[in-house]
């Protein structure tokens, strides 16, 4: 069982940062793959990112690539996902989320979520 709570979303002009920030319950962080997807308005849930469980691997989404950045803190049960030169495109809910064992970029490969923080941008 994993818990995890998302936090560090908000309101950004276009071309701005923010730094999302998971926090995850549990002894065993360090054994699970950890994404990051999103889900704007009208839109399916998409992937964004993900990291592995030693963090020495990472993948992105091609909309994001080059602008956002994964990270996870295994000491202390956090995953990160650094966002830069953020566009209006961008407005999103963003989840968390874990899954034992390899890295994958689909979402129903997952086994928990946080309930999400909202990121938007204006334009």
């Known amino acids: 069982q994993v818990q995890l709570v998302e936090s560090g979303g908000g309101l950004v002009q276009a071309g701005g940062s923010l730094r999302l920030s998971c926090a995850a319950s549990?002894?065993?962080?360090?054994?699970?793959?950890m994404g990051w997807f999103r889900q704007a308005p009208g839109k399916e849930r998409e992937f964004v990112a993900v990291?592995?469980?030693?963090?020495?691997?990472?993948d992105y989404a091609g909309s994001v690539k080059g602008r956002f950045t994964i990270s996870r803190d295994n000491a202390n049960n956090l995953v990160y996902l650094q966002m830069n030169s953020l566009k209006f495109e961008d407005t999103a809910v963003y989840h968390c989320?874990?899954?034992?064992?390899?890295?994958?970029?689909?979402?129903?490969?997952?086994?928990?979520w946080g309930q999400g923080t909202q990121v938007t941008v204006s334009s």
């Open positions: 989320a874990a899954k034992q064992s390899v890295i994958s970029t689909t979402s129903n490969r997952y086994d928990y």
């Open positions: 549990g002894r065993t962080f360090s054994t699970y793959t």
């Open positions: 990291i592995s469980r030693s963090g020495g691997i990472t």
